[in-house]
């Protein structure tokens, strides 16, 4: 695999892997649906709040230390942008692009799927690539696990991963099996598309 990660010499201590795709999916039916039961409209999803949601059911906390959190968007090479999410555009918004939150300095990149590799392979590569360094002790990871084997497929990589390591699974419900922790996807997407709590009782 071949990618400006290979060659990083500094790791953030806190890494997200999405398949940016599937979340923007995820966002699309959750709007859907709460339109149709809140009787509004609902705005697209704030990238960045969603981004620190995710940092923060992963472990991230507050620090009087400077942290970074990279964010790593895995994309099909046709997709130039996300639908449901603000700001949207993989190239020209998205990657390269940092922003400062409560947790500290969150910092994006998006990664096309090459021709030569499928995005679970690359889902997996990239998992396995992070959580190799020492430097990084959390990595939060949201494949497709809806579709394909994605899910059964880093299932099996993180088995040997170092204890120190936080892992943290996202998806949109219990998912059987892995050595790691699991998060409610549907959750923090809520909190990035404004919906509210009070708004379900």
Request: aromatic share 6%; net charge negative.
């Amino acid at each position: 695999m071949k990618n400006d990660f290979d060659i990083k010499k500094e790791w953030s201590e806190n890494v997200i892997i999405a398949d940016a795709d599937y979340v923007d999916r995820v966002a699309f039916n959750l709007t859907v649906n709460f339109e149709r039961m809140l009787g509004r409209r609902i705005p697209a999803a704030d990238m960045a709040r969603w981004t620190e949601c995710i940092a923060l059911d992963g472990g991230v906390r507050q620090s009087e230390q400077q942290q970074e959190t990279s964010v790593i968007l895995v994309h099909n090479p046709d997709k130039e942008h996300m639908q449901n999410f603000v700001p949207a555009s993989f190239s020209s918004e998205l990657n390269g692009k940092a922003f400062m939150g409560a947790l500290g300095e969150f910092v994006i990149n998006a990664i096309a799927v090459d021709k030569l590799t499928t995005k679970t392979d690359l889902l997996v590569d990239l998992s396995q690539l992070v959580l190799s360094q020492k430097d990084v002790r959390r990595v939060m990871i949201i494949p497709n696990t809806e579709d394909g084997d994605a899910y059964g497929r880093l299932c099996v990589a993180l088995r040997q991963v170092d204890d120190e390591k936080r892992i943290t699974m996202f998806a949109m419900q219990p998912m059987p099996g892995g050595n790691f922790r699991q998060e409610i996807l549907g959750y923090s997407l809520m909190s990035a598309l404004g919906i509210r709590g009070d708004e379900l009782k």
